[in-house]
């Protein structure tokens, strides 16, 4: 059983850098054909899908955020991390990891899910 677990600061300055780290246990970040991703749920909104970082290392982010994130990991700790840059309160939002499994890689389509953690942009 593969589980995932968030971890970061609950509160983050308007300008400042988010950062949150997503350990994965029961299964390793490097298998072939699994995806780690980064959502965001903001209150009162739906879930939006921000980027992953694939087995090989390789990343891919949407088009909303993709100016301001970055994913990379940490293979010996069996983490990946994500650095959302220059937030703003419209940042505020639940954050989930999860991962995808599979040669096609679908938002929509994770299998695995962390219980994400709520970060609060505010001065």
């Known amino acids: 059983q593969v589980q995932l677990q968030e971890s970061g600061p609950g509160l983050v300055k308007p300008s400042q850098t988010l950062s949150l780290t997503c350990t994965v246990s029961g299964g390793s970040i490097t298998t072939y054909y699994t995806y780690w991703s980064w959502i965001r749920q903001p209150p009162g909104k739906g879930l939006e899908w921000i980027g992953y970082i694939g087995f090989g290392g390789s990343t891919y982010f949407g088009p909303s955020l993709k100016s301001r994130t970055s994913i990379s990991r940490d293979t010996s700790k069996n983490q990946f991390s994500l650095q959302l840059s220059s937030v703003s309160p419209e940042d505020t939002a639940v954050y989930y990891c999860?991962?995808?499994?599979?040669?096609?890689?679908?938002?929509?389509?994770?299998?695995?899910w962390g219980k994400g953690t709520l970060v609060t942009v505010s001065s």
């Open positions: 999860a991962r995808y499994y599979g040669n096609n890689f679908a938002p929509r389509g994770m299998d695995y």
